[in-house]
């Protein structure tokens, strides 16, 4: 019996080995990096504007939240609810999508980033790092102050920086799809190969704390 126990443990662990080296390393590099700074944001700048909500110049229908923002100079409304989400100025008129001329003022005013250029993001694409963002948005290329490129994703109509993606965030993206065993959308944790990988160290890990006891298996 303790040979055929010895033989799980080599055989499975030498199967998981990789994927254990994988877990191990991610780990390690999620342990050593603030997920504040791979989400960019000491990049943010904080703005506080007064906003008088007698200017609101209509009846605000009933929703599940309002948000009443700035758009550069600009009061703006937001209506949500689990349909959908709606922008509206003061007069209750649907707001416009921003040009591209406003994104990169908008991230010039609200980042310490230096906005490039700007383009519309109009198309969802598996594994991106604009994913599980609403669409469409604007995609605004960016430098810092030591000229590494940063791209930040604004709304395209309440102007808001929804990311902020950044060559660390990439890699802490391509770490966590590793983690997951998910490599191509680097999003599903509910995996079955996941699910499997799990067990096989379980199974590793109880065979060997059984060897390194040396229970006796014939009792």
């Known amino acids: 019996m303790r040979l055929i126990v010895r ?3 080599k055989y499975l662990s030498f199967f ?3 994927q254990l080296l994988l877990w191990t390393v991610s780990g390690i590099y999620f342990a050593f990096n603030k997920i504040e700074l791979v989400r960019g944001e000491q990049y943010r700048l904080t703005n506080f504007s007064n906003i008088d909500l007698k200017e609101i110049d209509f009846k605000i229908p009933k929703t599940s939240n309002i948000e009443i923002k700035k758009r550069l100079d600009e009061t703006i409304i937001i209506l949500s609810s689990d349909e959908d989400t709606t922008y509206l100025n003061l007069d209750g008129a649907p707001l416009g999508k921003i040009s591209s001329e406003m994104a990169l003022l908008i991230v010039k005013e609200n980042t310490t980033l230096t ?3 700007a383009e519309e993001i109009t198309s969802p694409k598996k594994g991106s790092e604009y994913r599980g963002r609403t669409l469409p948005l604007y995609k605004v290329v ?5 000229d590494k490129l940063i791209n930040v994703y604004l709304n395209i109509y309440s102007g808001e920086v929804t990311a902020i993606r950044s060559m ?3 890699i802490w993206d391509v770490m966590w799809g590793f983690h997951i065993m998910d ?6 944790i509910d ?3 996941l699910k499997i990988f799990s067990i ?3 199974v590793s890990s109880i065979t060997g704390i059984l060897l390194f006891f040396r229970i006796d298996f014939k009792k």
Do not use: T
């Not at 490599?183 to 599903?188: S, T």
């Open 142 to 146: 960016s430098k810092n102050e030591k």
């Open 191 to 193: 995996n079955l190969l």
């Open 183 to 188: 490599w191509r959308e680097r999003d599903n």
């Open 168 to 170: 660390q965030w990439k």
């Open 200 to 202: 096989l160290a379980l």
């Open 115 to 117: 906005p490039l250029e």
């Open 7 to 9: 033989n799980i443990h």
């Open 16 to 18: 998981i080995s990789v």
